[in-house]
């Protein structure tokens, strides 16, 4: 960001609720079916139909809202948020407006710039507001003809699809910073399993709010709202192009207009869609034929009782107790059965920098190239342990184990077994090491000379051959002690 300059932003955030009907009627909320064919009188907006809430729904808001230490109202209220769009049949969409779901939340997560690789350049637990999380119901979509622009369809499917609107306060100072609290959104939520937070598929969309101050002044800057960004690359380029066009405007003398924006890709730049002048005048109202939602402070504490360690959290347990680094811990918490392998792998092995270093590395890059994931992985978080004690009481070499490894991955069989089965205990017999030690020297005499003439680097050189010689068999250690004893002598 350019000097003299500071940026505040804002965003609302649309999370699906991966509940298996909608919000207020019986109809499934499968992808991908036949349009319209998941509806009824309730979510086609029929005279007469009359909503009833879906508990799930209610329940998966519930523990979102407690992930993100939210306080739960004891009592909250659904409102009519009136405006006409042909997606959305009923005339009005069921929201909460004064009395939300839930309220005055803080979250604590890691942040940090990144380089021009996109490399982060230094972590650092940083706090934000959330102002709300409320229950809605999503609309349906239109579907425009680009052959025939005269036409339009509308598919109303996701009409009703449970939906949890969460809102920041305008804490975010940098497009990085807004990337990493989405970022910790869709995690957190993936975690405790109630959205799918898959940005592409729409199942979390995100708008931003961005304006921009002179450092040191209090009053904000007149806002512009970016809609609609449906990846984290995306909404972490259009916020820093958005900042960028802000402060051109104020340097060249012009004035922010408060509209809406849109984010287009193939040109790298934010372009004007509505100005707020026109914008809809919801006329708020509570919704008549839904009574007020109330819970109870035992419901609350039955939820907060199950939740299991999210990831923020867990990321910056392990960065305390294993002593890995922001990145690793990051990687290792993705995914919970992720960071329950890499803890099974940890406590089975009794060695976590190993346990770090296998799942990182081998286990990561196996899994990516059969494009799965650790959910279907053939080898058992304990054999993994097991592998490491192999190479930690000397059993077989760190390079055996590589290929022991690969053949873990595709058969799922334990470690034991394979060194077993195909011979690869490391030799650590000094008797037998000698032998091929002398057979190497005796076949190297010009390195053997180029060596005591001073070239000691030629070390690496018999090591190396000396492994080979043994199949990769032999105790690294015992070859070098060995080695340099008769070189030497
Ligand atoms: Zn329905």
Request: charge should be negative; charged fraction near 30%; hydrophobic fraction near 35%.
């Amino acid at each position: 960001m350019k000097e003299g300059w500071e940026a505040v932003i804002g965003l609302e955030v649309h999370a699906q609720l991966n509940t298996d009907s909608k919000i207020f009627c019986t109809c499934s909320t499968k992808f991908g079916q036949e349009p319209n064919s998941n509806t009824c009188p309730v979510c086609l907006g029929l005279p007469g139909a009359l909503p009833v809430l879906n508990r799930e729904a209610v329940k998966s808001a519930g523990k979102a809202a407690l992930a993100l230490n939210l306080k739960i109202s004891n009592q909250s209220i659904f409102a009519r948020k009136n405006y006409f769009y042909p997606d959305l049949p009923k005339g009005y969409q069921i929201s909460q407006y004064d009395r939300p779901f839930s309220e005055h939340g803080t979250v604590e997560i890691m942040s940090s710039e990144r380089d021009e690789g996109g490399r982060a350049l230094e972590w650092r637990a940083k706090r934000f507001g959330i102002t709300r999380a409320h229950i809605e119901e999503d609309a349906g979509k239109s579907v425009h003809d680009i052959g025939d622009p005269s036409k339009s369809y509308v598919n109303l499917n996701r009409a009703g699809t449970p939906l949890l609107e969460i809102v920041s306060e305008p804490d975010f100072r940098s497009s990085w910073e807004a990337y990493d609290y989405v970022n910790f959104l869709r995690r957190t939520l993936q975690y405790i399993g109630v959205c799918d937070g898959n940005m592409e598929e729409g199942n979390l969309r995100c708008d931003a709010n961005v304006s921009v101050r002179p450092v040191g002044q209090e009053k904000l800057g007149v806002k512009a709202e970016i809609k609609n960004l449906n990846s984290l690359r995306f909404l972490q380029k259009a916020i820093e192009y958005e900042i960028d066009r802000q402060i051109t405007v104020l340097e060249t003398g012009g004035k922010i207009v408060q509209e809406t924006r849109l984010w287009n890709e193939k040109e790298g730049k934010t372009v004007a869609m509505r100005s707020k002048e026109d914008a809809h005048d919801y006329r708020y109202f509570p919704e008549p034929d839904l009574p007020p939602l109330e819970v109870s402070d035992a419901w609350v504490e039955s939820l907060r009782a199950k939740l299991p360690e999210l990831p923020e959290a867990r990321r910056q347990r392990f960065m305390r107790e294993y002593e890995l680094n922001a990145d690793e811990a990051f990687t290792l918490t993705s995914q919970r059965e992720l960071a329950d392998y890499f803890e099974t792998a940890t406590k089975t092995s009794n060695h976590t920098r190993a346990a770090a270093n296998w799942t990182l590395s081998e286990l990561l890059r196996e899994l990516k190239n059969a494009d799965t994931d650790i959910t279907a992985c053939r080898i058992k978080a304990e054999d993994l342990g097991a592998m490491i004690r192999l190479i930690d009481d000397q059993t077989i070499s760190g390079k055996i184990a590589k290929d022991v490894f690969v053949e873990m991955f595709a058969t799922g069989r334990s470690p034991a077994e394979i060194v077993k089965e195909k011979g690869l205990v490391q030799i650590t017999d000094t008797s037998a090491i000698e032998k091929i030690v002398d057979e190497v020297i005796a076949a190297n005499p010009n390195q053997l000379k180029q060596y005591r003439d001073g070239k000691t680097a030629l070390m690496g050189f018999f090591v190396g051959q000396v492994i080979k010689a043994s199949g990769g068999k032999a105790n690294p250690q015992a070859v070098n002690e060995i080695l340099k004893k008769k070189l030497d002598g």
